[in-house]
């Protein structure tokens, strides 16, 4: 199964602290599963890391190299692109129709625009925190995790 992981889960599994940090990490150990997501998600959870650090939750360097680990070549996370034109276009087209935050539309359009084609036939589903973020995912056709 191929499952489109928001930043609101993957954060989650470097922070124990976190609710549903084991279940994050339990998505991303899972070997049955293959973990994808936006390039943007670089982005969201280095921050939500560093913030995390600053408040005293984990060693900065040791979460962002976790997550870069995680995020390289051969790493637990493929990370995907998208058409900058055509990501953007389906997230307008999203929010609009929805009333989402701009992210979680992005991180919709970029998982509508890529998993489909790369599932080619497998199973796919969206992991989310977020409840309207997951309801849109689903409206989409993705299961949900």
């Not at 900065?60 to 996370?77: F, R, V």
């Not at 701009?102 to 199973?123: F, I, K, N, Y």
Request: aromatic residues 6%.
């Amino acid at each position: 199964m191929i499952v489109y992981a928001d930043s609101s889960v993957l954060a989650r599994a470097y922070l124990p602290d976190e609710q549903q940090h084991d279940r994050a990490q339990r998505l991303l150990r899972d070997p049955d599963i293959q973990v994808v997501t936006g390039s943007w998600t670089r982005i969201e959870v280095s921050g939500a890391l560093v913030r995390a650090a600053r408040a005293n939750r984990g060693d900065q360097a040791m979460l962002l190299s976790s997550w870069e680990a995680d995020t390289a070549a051969n790493g637990a996370i493929t990370v995907l692109t998208a058409p900058q034109a055509e990501v953007e276009r389906d997230a307008f087209e999203i929010v609009i129709a929805y009333g989402i935050r701009a992210m979680d539309a992005w991180h919709l359009a970029t998982a509508s625009l890529v998993v489909p084609e790369l599932a080619a036939g497998e199973q796919y589903a969206f992991a989310s925190r977020d409840k309207e973020q997951a309801e849109v995912a689903a409206a989409r056709g993705f299961a949900i995790l």
